[in-house]
């Protein structure tokens, strides 16, 4: 009884939701007239369309590009709070972007990104198509995700470092641990149970990105930035097609939780949560 509420909100904005989609994908609906029950043809249509297998690739590669990145300059931003002892409120400093609505964010960066009178092809004193370049407008968008997110990641890596007792690090300096033979040998591991955390939200954050792609290049050039989430927004409301928007929405949730399961399984062995 005690459990109640909570099990009632689980099953009404979480499993209901799953339940509906499931459903949704064997019908067929334009949004405005009656539902038709087609059993298996939106997977079909789906799983053979080659502009859904892009946009799968697009976001592979997006993923690809933020996650290693975003990990890595959070480790190293994490060290620095760390090290200088920064405040709350410099740590709060670091995670303002990430805080932001990713809509504002891609707005401000779209400004700066412009190329006549951007304000990073002023600094740079040449004229670059940022998100007009099919080469450029992918990496473009994965540099905003990555500014947006490195002050997320780092409060967690924060978090992790300041629970590694100094004691460790003491008696590694002791045995001739210095400089990258301590970070290697020393915090990385014990670091795991932090690592896993951010690499899985990192991963799953970067599947769902949407709202900064939308604004930024919404999809374009040519597709170079078309990942899946615009791919199932414009399935399901541009061309009214929310059957097959919800197979792609499925394909996507399968996806994420074989990566979720594979990350698990490397981290299970090589992860200890007590000091």
């Avoid at 996650?67 to 709060?92: D, E, I, K, M, N």
């Avoid at 040519?222 to 399935?235: K, L, Y």
Wanted: charged share 15%; proline share 5%.
């Amino acid at each position: 009884m005690l459990l109640a509420p909570s099990l009632f909100g689980i099953g009404i904005f979480l499993i209901l939701p799953i339940v509906l989609v499931g459903w949704l994908s064997l019908h067929s609906w334009n949004l405005l007239g009656p539902m038709e029950f087609v059993g298996l043809r939106n997977w079909r249509s789906v799983l053979s369309d080659d502009a859904f297998g892009h946009s799968l690739l697009v976001t592979a590669a997006l993923t690809l590009l933020v996650v290693p990145l975003q990990t890595a300059l959070g480790f190293a931003v994490a060290a620095l709070l760390v090290r200088r002892r920064a405040g709350g409120a410099f740590r709060v400093l670091f995670a303002l972007p990430w805080m932001c609505a990713p809509v504002a964010v891609g707005v401000i960066w779209r400004w700066l990104f412009a190329p006549t009178d951007g304000a990073l092809n002023a600094l740079l004193g040449r004229r670059i198509e940022w998100l007009a370049d099919p080469a450029l407008a992918l990496p473009s968008v994965a540099a905003v995700s990555i500014w947006s997110n490195v002050g997320y990641v780092a409060l967690f890596f924060v978090a992790g470092l300041r629970a590694i007792p100094p004691e460790i690090h003491e008696a590694g300096a002791l045995d001739g641990a210095t400089g990258w033979r301590r970070i290697r040998w020393l915090t990385v591991p014990l670091l795991r149970p932090t690592l896993f955390f951010v690499l899985v939200t990192g991963t799953i954050t970067a599947f769902q990105t949407f709202d900064t792609v939308y604004a930024l290049t919404k999809g374009g050039p040519g597709d170079r930035t078309n990942v899946v989430a615009m791919q199932i927004f414009s399935e399901a409301f541009d061309a009214a097609r929310p059957g097959r928007a919800a197979v792609m929405a499925i394909v996507v949730f399968v996806i994420m939780l074989a990566i979720t399961v594979l990350q698990h399984r490397y981290f299970r062995t090589r992860t200890g949560y007590e000091f």
